[in-house]
């Protein structure tokens, strides 16, 4: 059982505390939903590196050996969803789009779609649309992208570690399975990213 | 002596590490958004594409670029060997030569997309 300090930190044996202030961008106000990544990066260690230097990062970083980390508050944003927005009323449901608007975005070229359907998304609420920056938590996972269309598979002690993980996060933010994403689920991402994360 | 030397390091700078380029196919994973006139450039527009792309590695691939769903794919020559290439809607490219991948992105090519301004 773990807690959440007035910091944003998990407090918990299982966790091991690494906050990277240069990865924090501003106050997160609510917490909504969950988005698994993977790092390409070959250990965690490689992923502190950058996170010194750079503003992209995640709340939380899964080593392969099943260690925990936590890299920043709960209480922050972190760029971790990237620029634009899938839709999600397209890929779940599609009666559930505008059809005459998705009628519009699909006749036009793949980059003007994207952008299009980023703008017609950022118009709704969660759970309508998939989580972004501002309500959502990103889970790193470390390991390589490997090519064009994979990535190392997760680990057995990852996939133990990250479910362990998400279950303390349902409790403290009444979240659900449902609310649990990979990367490239909601963004223009490698469709092997966290295409091997088990979490439940 | 020495002008004809680095006129001859010039002429190498010049000259495209890509020779050989040959279209094997079109895919698309989401053929009803991203399109083969998403992707519609021809052998010397590949060669260009690579001339003008940069070198990257995996983590500015997944930050900066948006990993577009449907490719050109076929064979070159790079630097010597035979390789395979992928070029992606998004502005990215791989090539892949025995043993080694490298990974490319172009945001000064929009010309050879069609002219919209991905990245800008």
Known sequence: ?????????????????????????????????????????????HTFNSYRNKGNGAHFLIEKDGAIYQTAS????????????????????????????IKAIESLTWELQFRALDRYERTKNYPERYPMNADSLGIELVGKHLDETHYEKVTALQNQSLQWLVSELYGHFSLTSKDVYTHPQISYKNVDEAGSAVWQ | MRFRQAAFAVLLVGCSPVSDVSITRFESLEPESCRASDVALDERQISSFFKRAERIDGRTLHDDYEWAPCHLEGTLTYQGKACTWYVRAGRTGTIECPGVLQFFGCKTCDDLFGGGELYR
Do not use: W
């Open chain 1, 1 to 45: 059982m773990s807690s959440i300090d007035n910091e944003g930190m998990l407090i918990s044996s299982k966790v091991e505390l690494r906050r990277f202030p240069a990865i924090e961008q501003g106050d997160l106000r609510s917490v909504r939903a969950l988005v698994v990544h993977q790092t390409d990066a070959p250990t965690a260690q």
């Open chain 1, 74 to 101: 709960m209480k922050k944003r972190c760029y971790h969803v990237g620029r634009l927005l899938r839709s999600k009323c397209q890929a779940v449901d599609k009666s559930t789009c505008d059809a005459v608007k």
